[in-house]
T-cell receptor, first 116, second 112 residues
Framework: SAVISQKPSRDICQRGTSLTIQCQVD?????MFWYRQQPGQSLTLIAT?????????ESGFVIDKFPISRPNLTFSTLTVSNMSPEDSSIYLC?????????????FGPGTRLTVL | EDKVVQSPLSLVVHEGDTVTLNCSYE??????LLWYKQEKKAPTFLFML????IEKKSGRLSSILDKKELFSILNITATQTGDSAVYLC????????????FGAGTILRVKS
């Protein structure tokens, strides 16, 4: 099964700055996903990151605000740009991996971001 | 628009009680329904359901899907304080590839 790590686990940032979140998987995976969970809300998909192609963004999310890199099959980054307090959320990466079930999404430990 | 609705939104029970969490959905081209448990930040996978009427079981947790009535339930028997968490239901629609649409979650608190 895939082991997923994220860095940083939490951060407190100033308005107007940017933060890059890293997601590392211990095995090669085709599809990686970035989600956001705002306080008291459920998870919302930001984008799907496939290696070797541009990320596919969901409605309401744009590349200028959330640029994503996917340089290889084990790593991805999400940048939250020009942050405002509304960006305070938990950011989660997930991957599809086969374990007991085929094509199930498993989540990394998450990054808790607070923007002042 | 695809929609996943969970009920109740929150629940407080005592240790030893049995709870039933509900998830109804409206999606086109249904592919699978998943249950996750979220304690701090990361949701941990519980079950993936694709076929109606087949119960999935893991210890005190079990789940079943009804594709005709478009809902699923998650049962937890003999609850323990460690079951306190947010339980998330998500649905995968084939037309969106691997995109998961999440419900708002059910907050379960088990009191000792």
């Amino acid at each position: 099964s895939a082991v997923i790590s994220q860095k940083p686990s939490r951060d407190i940032c100033q308005r107007g700055t940017s933060l890059t979140i890293q997601c590392q998987v211990d095995s090669q995976v085709t599809m990686m996903f970035w989600y956001r969970q705002q306080p008291g809300q459920s998870l919302t998909l930001i984008a799907t990151a496939n290696q070797g192609s541009e990320a596919t963004y969901e409605s309401g999310f744009v590349i200028d605000k959330f640029p994503i890199s996917r340089p290889n099959l084990t790593f991805s980054t999400l940048t939250v740009s020009n942050m405002s307090p509304e960006d305070s959320s938990i950011y989660l990466c997930s991957v599809e991996a086969r374990r007991e079930n085929p094509d199930t999404q498993y989540f990394g430990p998450g990054t808790r971001l607070t923007v002042l | 628009e695809d929609k996943v609705v969970q009920s109740p939104l929150s629940l407080v029970v005592h240790e030893g009680d049995t709870v039933t969490l509900n998830c109804s959905y409206e999606v086109t081209n249904f592919r699978s329904l998943l249950w996750y448990k979220q304690e701090k930040k990361a949701p941990t996978f519980l079950f993936m359901l694709t076929s109606s009427g087949i119960e999935k079981k893991s210890g005190r947790l079990s789940s079943i899907l009804d594709k005709k009535e478009l809902f699923s339930i998650l049962n937890i028997t003999a609850t323990q304080t460690g079951d306190s968490a947010v339980y998330l239901c998500a649905v995968e629609a084939a037309e969106y590839g691997n995109k998961l649409v999440f419900g708002a979650g059910t907050i379960l608190r088990v009191k000792s």
